[in-house]
């Protein structure tokens, strides 16, 4: 893979990043073709060529697709349906909010994390022929970049992963609800983000699953902040509110609050398992490229 | 820079260090900001905590009260200089000491061991006093002012203020005990007015009794007790006022001869009784005996002892509280009587021995102004000079109201057969068989009545008995509520009174008899009657003479107005009387019998009172406050520390305090 040209962070997408997500892409390719993994299929029914399942006939379907041998075997009147092979659309929503920004000056941020798993992921979406595109949200979601296909657009990709830069709250049902309002193709949604939006995630997830998306959730935490020696008399700022709040920390504060962000994540887990998705926590201290394996073992980006 | 040497500059050193903490203390509050990704969760872990908020906010203000007492402290060490300035540190504080020595005349008295003990055990507390100043006197730095006081009756300067210990030794040395009582009024005043504008004002009381406040009030001068004789034990073991009943004391220092009374018999001045009245302090009743000792010449209780003249020795079981006891038909040969309990137990040892003494001495009764009213006749007056104290003045019942216009008031006025309208207040005795005019009296007239006794115990029948006594007539005295039939006529089985006597609201007798119609055994036992009757009358309840109160001036009076009167006083030499107006005039602390003899050998001899205050528990109950000699304690104030020093500890604890608490809020 030759590097071009353009306007993308250095900082985060540099030779060693384009080297390692090369490898990742071979090692998906890998896991493919061994059987653990097949070729993500859409789950469209149509004229393709595997076989997908019976149904029964109903009036106005093609004498052709009659399984005549079942007829004769069984007497039964049944249709053969095959599964339609179409490219599938991967989209990488990221959240851009300032609180994936928080955190010390020089610290890996969850937003530096995202992209570079966001990236990732659409360089292998890429070299297995899928479309990509990518979407910042924050309150709202931006409008989606024109979907790509084929391994020498990951550029593009990384150009409008490049633009995106902190900015605003979290507010994730307003931004897949109108990510959904741009009508895009279906196909797999991954969802990248903190998840800090007082509504929750819910929501949000089952509009995505009503409209025949199939959703992915990508949780990013920094386990550094809830244990950084912050204990005594601190002045706590919300990273996105700019809100206030005078408080001692005590140790058995920071026990609450470490409950408390359980249950947080508890509760997101339980919103991605409503409606069947993948939910996979990952720590901003391990590495991109571990992270995205974990995705890979998890299951259900490569499929 | 060497290091710092003395205190101070530790101290200074010190307060840099607070103020450097304060600083940093007050920088401290300043919190970190901490950026978090979600505030939201924040909230929900505070609303979570909202049971432990009151805690917190507890926390929060002994924090801030810590810090208020932080900087508080550090401004008062660093403004202690500017609005209370210290005193020069190379001058401390001095006093001016008024050392008052008690040269009364209690302070001769000889405390020891009686009576085994050798003579050389025995001290007055004057030489005790001594010691004791002197003593004292050692302990003071050698410029501080002094002055040296002696006090009795009056205050006299024996040494002025100044510093030279010599002078004020040899002054010590020369006081001697007066035969003048304490006035500690006096004693108050001269000192206020020695000490007044003096700084460092202050009172050592040198004394077998109490300092001036307990006498004279409340003070403002500070004054320091050193107790001497029985007193000094006492104070050592009195701290506290009010549990002065509680004094772990003998047995013996819990009774007290209280009061002493001598009563000749009446008709028979060579025999009387004497009661003896003893206080017991205690709680229970405490066996004693009572040692009753009589004498011509001794005057006070080594006298006594001296001469071995006990007379009685009664076992009596003292109650708590006061209690009287009566020793009948004692020989009045000898007229001085002194009585001392004594324990029970041989090893019973008493600290405060002066009160166990009281004494008495037989005197000349005073007279009594009788006047008689009505008929009177020889045996009436046989029987009325025969009591020895009347003297009578006769006049009809027709004169009397013109009488008592014009004449002083008689003791008692004796209405004879007579009917007569006698003022309200004044003590009658009357003896009469005829009907009186008072309605209220009106009784029978017996025939030959058989008279018995029906109130022995009453004072005016005692000794007499109506047995073999005959009576022609009689008239019944209708006893009314509250009055006391002293005898009565047995008539058909019932006792009809003849002798009424009353008490309020003053003094009446009623007798239904007359002398004439009595056969010879009732006309000579009738001086018996006749005296009870009058001591009865004249308030026989009252000492007939007042016993002479310790420490007060006395006026004694004197039978006659020579001039060679001499007077003796208890274990002192005898000298001249002082008189004016035909009264011995005097006082003493000498607890005895106090004598005084003209050059004709007449006698007059009046035994003294032992007053409250010397009572142990007054005199050690502590009164003023006593103070500290800075010399004397020393040890004590080696090192006074600085006010601002203080404050500056202060701050440092309240800063450890609120450091540990951030200490704890920070890295637990």
Not at chain 1, 25 to 42: D, K, Y
Request: with cysteine; aromatic share 6%.
């Amino acid at each position: 893979m030759a590097a071009e040209s353009g306007a993308f962070r250095d900082d985060l997408f540099d030779a060693q990043f384009l080297g390692r997500v090369e490898q990742l892409a071979l090692l998906a390719r890998r896991m493919a073709t061994s059987g653990a993994q097949a070729h993500r299929r859409s789950k469209k029914i149509g004229s393709g060529l595997e076989f997908a399942e019976h149904r029964d006939y109903a009036p106005g379907d093609e004498p052709s697709q009659i399984d005549w041998a079942l007829l004769a075997r069984s007497d039964q009147l049944q249709i053969r349906e095959y599964e339609e092979e179409e490219d599938l659309s991967v989209y990488l929503l990221i959240d851009h909010s300032r609180s994936m920004d928080a955190g010390p000056p020089g610290h890996v941020t969850l937003l530096d994390r995202a992209l570079q798993v966001s990236a990732a992921l659409a360089y292998i979406s890429l070299s297995n022929l899928d479309r990509v595109a990518a979407v910042a949200f924050a309150q709202g979601a931006d409008p989606p970049m024109r979907p790509v296909r084929g391994r020498g657009q990951f550029f593009t990709v990384l150009r409008a992963l490049s633009a995106v830069t902190p900015a605003g709250r979290t507010d994730i049902g307003m931004a897949l609800q109108q990510f959904v309002r741009y009508q895009p193709r279906k196909g797999l949604v991954v969802v990248v983000s903190d998840f800090f939006d007082p509504a929750g995630l819910g929501d949000g997830l089952k509009l995505l699953a009503h409209r025949g998306f199939q959703p992915m959730v990508l949780h990013l935490v920094d386990a550094g902040l809830l244990t950084a020696g912050s204990y005594g008399d601190v002045a706590l700022v919300d990273s996105e509110t700019g809100e206030l709040r005078e408080i001692t920390l005590t140790p058995a504060m920071m026990d609450e609050y470490r409950k408390a962000f359980e249950a947080f994540c508890g509760d997101i887990d339980r919103a991605a398992r409503e409606v069947g998705a993948l939910c996979l926590r990952l720590d901003v201290a391990v590495p991109y490229d571990d992270a995205v394996l974990r995705v890979f073992r998890a299951g259900g980006f490569l499929g | 820079m060497g290091a710092p040497t003395d205190i101070g500059s530790w101290l200074s050193l010190a307060a840099l260090v607070a103020a450097a903490l304060g600083l940093l203390y007050l920088l401290r509050p300043r919190r970190r900001r901490v950026e978090v990704p979600f505030g939201g969760l924040w909230r929900q872990v505070l609303a979570q905590s909202q049971a432990r908020t009151f805690g917190r906010r507890w926390q929060r203000l002994w924090s801030f009260l810590l810090f208020l007492a932080v900087a508080g402290a550090v401004l008062g060490a660093l403004g202690e200089p500017l609005w209370r300035p210290e005193p020069p540190p190379q001058r401390p504080m001095r006093w001016s000491t008024l050392l008052a020595v008690d040269v009364s005349a209690s302070m001769a008295t000889l405390d020891g061991r009686l009576p085994t003990t050798t003579a050389a055990t025995w001290h007055d507390r004057l030489a005790e006093a001594r010691r004791e100043a002197l003593r004292f006197l050692d302990t003071l730095p050698a410029d501080e002012a002094v002055a040296v006081l002696a006090a009795s009756g009056h205050t006299a300067v024996l040494a002025g203020w100044g510093s030279d210990r010599d002078v004020q030794r040899k002054a010590i040395a020369a006081a001697t005990a007066t035969d003048a009582g304490l006035d500690l009024r006096r004693l108050h005043l001269d000192a206020e007015a020695m000490l007044r504008g003096r700084p460092g004002a202050r009172v050592v009381w040198v004394s077998d009794t109490g300092p001036p406040q307990s006498e004279v009030g409340p003070t403002s001068l500070a004054v320091q007790w050193l107790a001497v004789g029985p007193a000094r034990d006492l104070t050592a073991t009195v701290r506290d006022p009010q549990a002065a009943t509680s004094v772990d004391t003998g047995p013996l220092d819990d009774l007290e001869v209280r009061d002493l009374r001598l009563r000749p018999v009446p008709g028979d001045r060579d025999v009387g009784t004497l009661t003896v009245q003893v206080l017991n302090r205690s709680d229970r009743a405490l066996p004693a005996r009572l040692a009753v000792r009589s004498s011509n010449e001794a005057q006070h209780a080594a006298g006594f002892h001296r001469d071995a003249t006990l007379r009685l020795l009664r076992p009596i079981v003292a109650p708590p509280g006061e209690s009287r006891h009566e020793v009948a038909d004692l020989d009045l040969a000898e007229p001085q009587f002194a009585v001392h309990i004594e324990g029970a137990e041989p090893a019973w040892r008493d600290r405060a021995p002066w009160n166990d003494w009281a004494f008495a001495a037989v005197s000349d009764l005073r007279q009594l102004q009788v006047l008689v009213v009505g008929d009177s006749n020889q045996f009436l007056r046989g029987a009325l000079l025969a009591s020895g104290r009347a003297e009578v003045t006769e006049i009809a019942a027709e004169a009397f109201a013109a009488h008592i216009a014009r004449a002083p008031r008689p003791d008692v006025v004796l209405v004879h057969q007579a009917a007569v309208a006698v003022p309200a207040q004044w003590p009658v005795w009357t003896i009469s068989v005829a009907a009186p005019s008072d309605p209220t009296r009106t009784g029978a007239l017996l025939q030959a009545p058989d008279l018995l006794v029906r109130a022995g115990g009453h004072p005016t029948m005692r000794g007499v008995s109506f047995q073999d006594t005959n009576f022609d007539t009689a008239r019944t005295v209708p006893a009314l509520p509250g009055q006391v039939v002293l005898a009565a006529a047995a008539v058909a089985g019932r006792h009809l009174p003849v002798l009424v006597a009353t008490e309020a609201p003053v003094r009446q007798l009623w007798w239904g008899l007359d002398l004439l119609e009595t056969d010879l055994v009732a006309r000579i036992s009738m001086p018996i009657l006749a005296a009870n009757a009058l001591a009865w009358l004249a308030g026989d309840a009252e000492p007939l003479v007042p016993a002479l109160p310790l420490g007060r001036p006395w006026a004694v009076e004197l039978p006659n107005r020579r001039a060679d009167w001499r007077y003796r006083e208890p274990g002192v030499a005898e000298r001249p009387a002082r008189i004016a107006a035909g009264q011995a005039l005097a006082s003493s602390e000498r607890h005895g019998i106090h004598v005084w003899v003209d050059g004709q050998g007449v006698r007059v001899a009046r035994a003294s009172d032992l007053p409250r205050s010397e009572d142990p528990r007054i005199a050690a109950a502590p009164g003023p406050r006593p103070v500290q000699h800075p010399a004397a304690t020393a040890s004590e104030h080696a090192f006074d520390l600085p006010r601002w020093a203080a404050w500056l500890l202060a701050a440092l604890v309240a800063l450890t305090a609120e450091w540990l608490l951030y200490l704890r809020r920070r890295t637990l």
